[in-house]
């Protein structure tokens, strides 16, 4: 087939390709290199494109072999890719992670209070976390650099009201709101930075009651959440979060981040990233993540709550 153009028109493999011969044969080699090392290829100094490629063709003889060719990488998706990794290993001037808001996220203060943990809800927290006990390691997977400019984690807004997990009426507790709560597929454990903590409930959770939830990565507490995923309706969600010191956060960011145990993995959702939208041709801002739609979540009970 006669090259018509420098890149693939269709990347299926259901439909031909078309690319430069150079590109072609620069895949054989790489499939071939350091492979079947005993064939040997008689050819003279000066050769033409034909005469050499026959010289191959004819010393392999019956010998063939796969060969995967996907589409060459432009010059800017090179400098593209050099760019992120560069990131990867600087540190960001600013040492933090910010997150970008979805899309049609509401005003924090249209949010409703987180309504008061049940005694049953409050007993269920309980008895899960006794048997499914956070691990006793650090809540981030991979610590991550990020430049102030390139923001990778979606945030929301929500309300949530924190109390111990064996908190009595009378037992201090703390609501906190926040409109950039990040989500965070790569954390194990929902988190909150000690920091955002006042005094009081500091020392609340210094007391020994609080030991058998205490490990040397912070403090198991139980809250009563709303979360605010775009346009949709909030999640009423009660869960458990780890209360962690800043400095074992990755970039030491102050602030809440929403994990996968009890949280996460208890939600039913699909992502929208900016880039997918705006490859379908929406119009999407370079100020937002793009879109978090929700189906529904798993209550303490077990029961599934449809959005």
Same mark, same amino acid.
């Given at each position: =087939?006669?090259?018509?153009?420098? $890149?693939?028109? /269709?990347?299926?493999?259901?439909?031909? #390709?078309?690319?430069?011969?150079?590109?072609?044969?620069?895949?054989? +080699?790489?499939?071939?290199?350091?492979?079947?090392?005993?064939?040997?290829?008689?050819?003279?100094?000066? =050769?033409?494109?034909?005469?050499?490629?026959?010289?191959?063709?004819?010393?392999?003889?019956?010998? %063939?072999?796969?060969?995967?060719?996907?589409?060459?990488?432009? @010059?800017? +998706?090179?400098?593209?890719?050099?760019?992120? +990794? #560069?990131?990867?290993?600087?540190?960001?001037?600013?040492?933090?992670?910010?997150? $970008?808001?979805?899309?049609?996220?509401?005003?924090?203060?249209? #949010?409703?209070?987180?309504?008061?943990?049940? =005694?049953?809800?409050? +007993? /269920?927290?309980?008895?899960?976390?006794?048997?499914?006990?956070?691990? %006793?390691?650090?809540?981030?997977?991979? @610590?991550?650099?990020?430049?102030?400019?390139?923001?990778?984690?979606? &945030?929301?807004?929500?309300?949530?009201?924190?109390?111990?997990? %064996?908190?009595?009426?009378?037992?201090?507790?703390?609501?906190?709101?926040? &409109?950039?709560? $990040?989500?965070?597929? *790569?954390?194990?454990?929902?988190?909150?930075?000690?920091?955002?903590?006042?005094?009081?409930?500091?020392?609340?959770?210094?007391?020994?009651?609080?030991?058998?939830? @205490? &490990?040397?990565?912070?403090?198991?507490?139980?809250?009563?959440?709303?979360?605010?995923?775009?346009?949709?309706?909030? $999640?009423?969600?009660?869960?458990?979060?780890?209360?962690?010191?800043?400095?074992?956060?990755?970039?030491? @960011?102050?602030?809440?981040?929403?994990?996968?145990?009890?949280?996460?993995?208890?939600?039913?959702? &699909?992502?929208?990233?900016? /880039?997918? #939208?705006?490859?379908? *041709?929406?119009?999407?801002?370079?100020?937002?993540?793009?879109?978090?739609?929700?189906?529904?979540?798993?209550?303490?009970?077990?029961?599934?709550?449809?959005?």
């Amino acid at each position: =087939m006669a090259a018509t153009s420098p $890149l693939a028109s /269709k990347t299926s493999t259901s439909h031909p #390709l078309s690319f430069p011969p150079s590109h072609v044969l620069r895949a054989v +080699a790489t499939s071939m290199n350091w492979r079947d090392r005993d064939i040997v290829v008689n050819v003279e100094r000066e =050769m033409t494109w034909r005469s050499a490629t026959a010289a191959v063709l004819d010393a392999l003889g019956d010998r %063939d072999g796969p060969v995967h060719i996907s589409a060459p990488r432009l @010059r800017g +998706a090179k400098e593209y890719i050099k760019r992120l +990794a #560069l990131e990867q290993v600087t540190p960001s001037g600013s040492g933090n992670i910010h997150g $970008l808001p979805l899309r049609n996220a509401p005003d924090l203060a249209s #949010l409703p209070h987180p309504k008061p943990t049940s =005694m049953s809800a409050r +007993a /269920k927290l309980k008895e899960d976390l006794r048997r499914e006990p956070i691990p %006793d390691r650090e809540p981030y997977l991979l @610590r991550i650099t990020a430049t102030a400019e390139d923001r990778w984690l979606p &945030s929301i807004p929500g309300t949530i009201e924190i109390s111990g997990v %064996d908190s009595v009426p009378d037992d201090p507790q703390i609501t906190l709101s926040r &409109s950039d709560i $990040l989500i965070d597929t *790569g954390a194990h454990v929902s988190t909150i930075t000690d920091d955002l903590l006042d005094d009081t409930f500091r020392e609340y959770l210094s007391d020994s009651i609080h030991d058998p939830y @205490r &490990s040397s990565t912070g403090v198991t507490v139980q809250l009563a959440g709303v979360f605010a995923f775009g346009d949709q309706p909030a $999640l009423e969600m009660d869960c458990i979060f780890q209360v962690v010191p800043l400095d074992s956060v990755p970039n030491q @960011r102050s602030g809440i981040i929403l994990g996968q145990n009890s949280v996460i993995d208890s939600i039913e959702y &699909s992502s929208r990233p900016r /880039k997918t #939208l705006i490859a379908r *041709g929406e119009k999407v801002l370079d100020t937002v993540w793009g879109d978090i739609v929700v189906d529904g979540y798993v209550n303490v009970d077990g029961d599934y709550v449809t959005i």
